[in-house]
C-alpha cells in the first residue's frame, strides 16, 4: 500500500479554514483517498474518501489534484470539538485492512 | 441503531497470561477487523473476519487469535502477554459488499489492555 506523509500537528483558531495535505507519491491507479478523524479515548472515525478532483460532504472537501500524488482536507470553520487526529489512508476500495500512519494532530484554540 | 461495542472497556493482566476481547459488530455489518493502537500512534492492523473465517492478517505473531461467531460477533485472544502487548484494541466492522465507500469501517471505542 502507498506510503503517506502527513504533518505532525497543526494549530489553528475557532471559525477558521483548515487544510491538512497529505502527500502519495506511489499511489496506485486503484488506490482510493480515505480520511480518519480520532478523538481521545475513542475509535476513528470516517470521514470522506475520494478518487480524484474535488468530494465534498457534510463535514468536509477532499481536493486531489490530477497527478493523485498529494490531497488536501479541508474542514470549515473549525470549533474547538474538532481537536482531533486527522489520518490519511491510501488503498484499494475494497474493504479489506485499513493502513493507518502516525496522522496530524489538529488543536483549534479559541 | 446500536454501534459498534467491544468489551471489557480496560483490563489489566501480567506477563504470560491470556487475554479474550470481544466486539459486537454494527446492526447489518458482516465483516470484522481488529487493530492495535500504541500510545501516541496509529492503529495497526491484525486481522480480519469475514463468514467466520480469518481473511486477512497483518504482521502480529500467532500468539494473536481470533474468532468469529454465526452471529458476526468476534473474539480476539492473546496468548502469553508480554510488556508490548499494552495498548488500546479496536474493533471495526463493516459490510463486505457496501459498494462505493467499502473502505468505510465503523470503529468500536476499543478495549484498553494493560500488562504489568
Known amino acids: 500500500l502507498a506510503k503517506t506523509t502527513q504533518p505532525i500537528s497543526m494549530d489553528s483558531y475557532e471559525g477558521q479554514e483548515v487544510n491538512i495535505t497529505c502527500s502519495h507519491n506511489n499511489i496506485a491507479t486503484n488506490d482510493y483517498i480515505t480520511w480518519y478523524q480520532q478523538f481521545p479515548s475513542q475509535g476513528p472515525r470516517f470521514i470522506i474518501q475520494g478518487y480524484k478532483t474535488k468530494v465534498t460532504n457534510e463535514v468536509a472537501s477532499l481536493f486531489i489534484p490530477a497527478d493523485r500524488k498529494s490531497s488536501t482536507l479541508s474542514l470549515p470553520r473549525v470549533s474547538l470539538s474538532d481537536t482531533a487526529v486527522y489520518y490519511c489512508l491510501v488503498g484499494e476500495n475494497r474493504g479489506n485492512k485499513l493502513v493507518f500512519g502516525a496522522g496530524t494532530i489538529l488543536r483549534v484554540k479559541s | 441503531d446500536a454501534g459498534v461495542t467491544q468489551s471489557p472497556t480496560h483490563l489489566i493482566k501480567t506477563r504470560g497470561q491470556q487475554v479474550t476481547l470481544r466486539c459486537s459488530p454494527k446492526?447489518?455489518?458482516?465483516?470484522v477487523s481488529w487493530y492495535q493502537q500504541a500510545l501516541g500512534q496509529g492503529p495497526q492492523f491484525i486481522f480480519q473476519?469475514?463468514?467466520?473465517?480469518?481473511?486477512q492478517r497483518g504482521n502480529f505473531p500467532d500468539r494473536f487469535s481470533g474468532h468469529q461467531f454465526p452471529n458476526y460477533s468476534s473474539e480476539l485472544n492473546v496468548n502469553a502477554l508480554l510488556l508490548g502487548d499494552s495498548a488500546l484494541y479496536l474493533c471495526?466492522?463493516?459490510?463486505?459488499?457496501?459498494?462505493?465507500?467499502?473502505?468505510?469501517?465503523?470503529f468500536g471505542p476499543g478495549t484498553r489492555l494493560t500488562v504489568l
Open positions: 446492526s447489518g455489518h458482516d465483516t
Open positions: 471495526a466492522s463493516s459490510l463486505k459488499r457496501q459498494g462505493g465507500r467499502a473502505n468505510e469501517q465503523f
Open positions: 473476519y469475514y463468514e467466520e473465517e480469518e481473511r
